[in-house]
C-alpha cells in the first residue's frame, strides 16, 4: 500500500505492509482508500499479492495504472505478468548496475532471468545471484515484522528531504547529520563505541572531496568508480 505523510503541512509518500489475514485483501484495500480519501483527500493505491514481494512488483507495476487503484498478483500470475517486465530496472531489487552485468549475460527481461540457471547466477553474483533467482519465480519468504536474527544488531538513519540539494555544502551537512546521529545510536547501545568513533572521523574528513558522487563523497579511498 502506498500512503501519504505529512511533514511540515508537506505530503509526502510512504509505503507500508499489511497482513490481511483472513479478512477479504481486496474489501480491505477497498476500506483504507475509502479511509484516506475521507480523512485527508488523498487516493492511495493497492497492491495486493501472495507474499512481500508480489505485493510490491504488482504495486510498482499495476496498480498505479488501473481505475481503481487496486490490482492483485498471485503465484499463478508469475509468468504471464513478472516474466514479461523489461527492462530489468522495472524489477524490485534490480539497479542499473545489476542490469547491465545481466545484459552483458544475454538476460533482458525477468522471464529470462528466471529461466537462466540457478548455479551460474549464483557462480557470479552469490547470494544476490540465489536471490534475483527465486524473486524472478515471485518467491520471497520473508514475513511481516519478523524480528531481526538473534545477534544481529545494525543501526541505520533515513531522511525525507523537502527539496533537492545540488549544493555541495547542503549534501555534505545532511550526510553528516546522518553519519552523526548513527554513530550516536552506537554509543547509546554501548557497543563498538571505539569503533563509532573511529568511523565518525573518517567520515568527517572523507566529506571534503572534489567530486559529489555519494559514493565518493563518503569513502573516497575505496572508491574506484565502478561501486
Not at 482508500?33 to 504488482?58: A, H, P, Y
Request: contains cysteine; hydrophobic residues 40%; glycine residues 8%.
Amino acid at each position: 500500500m502506498r500512503n501519504p505523510h505529512f511533514v511540515g503541512g508537506t505530503p509526502l509518500i510512504d509505503e507500508s505492509y499489511l497482513d490481511a489475514g483472513k479478512e477479504d485483501p481486496e474489501e480491505m484495500a477497498k476500506a483504507i482508500q475509502s479511509s484516506m480519501w475521507r480523512e485527508f483527500g488523498l487516493m492511495c493505491t493497492v497492491g495486493i499479492g501472495d507474499n512481500m514481494l508480489l505485493s510490491k512488483l504488482e504495486l510498482d507495476l499495476e496498480s498505479k495504472k488501473t481505475k481503481s487503484g487496486i490490482a492483485r498478483w498471485r503465484y499463478e500470475d508469475v509468468p504471464n505478468k513478472l516474466w514479461k517486465v523489461h527492462p530489468l530496472s522495472k524489477m524490485w531489487g534490480i539497479g542499473g548496475r545489476m542490469e547491465r552485468n545481466l545484459n552483458r549475460m544475454g538476460i533482458s527481461t525477468v522471464g529470462q532471468l528466471a529461466n537462466f540457471p540457478l548455479e551460474l547466477l549464483e557462480k557470479r553474483f552469490g547470494i544476490m545471484g540465489n536471490q534475483l533467482y527465486y524473486h524472478a519465480h515471485g518467491i520471497d519468504l520473508s514475513e511481516i515484522g519478523a524480528p531481526l536474527m538473534q545477534g544481529q544488531i545494525s543501526f541505520g538513519k533515513s531522511q525525507i528531504l523537502l527539496r533537492d540539494y545540488t549544493k555541495r555544502e547542503e549534501i555534505k551537512a545532511v550526510l553528516l547529520e546522518i553519519c552523526e546521529e548513527v554513530a550516536r545510536r552506537h554509543v547509546r547501545m554501548m557497543k563498538l563505541v571505539e569503533q563509532s568513533a573511529w568511523e565518525l572521523d573518517t567520515v568527517k574528513k572523507s566529506l571534503v572531496v572534489d567530486s559529489i558522487d555519494p559514493k565518493q563523497l563518503i569513502f573516497p579511498q575505496y572508491h574506484d568508480g565502478h561501486l
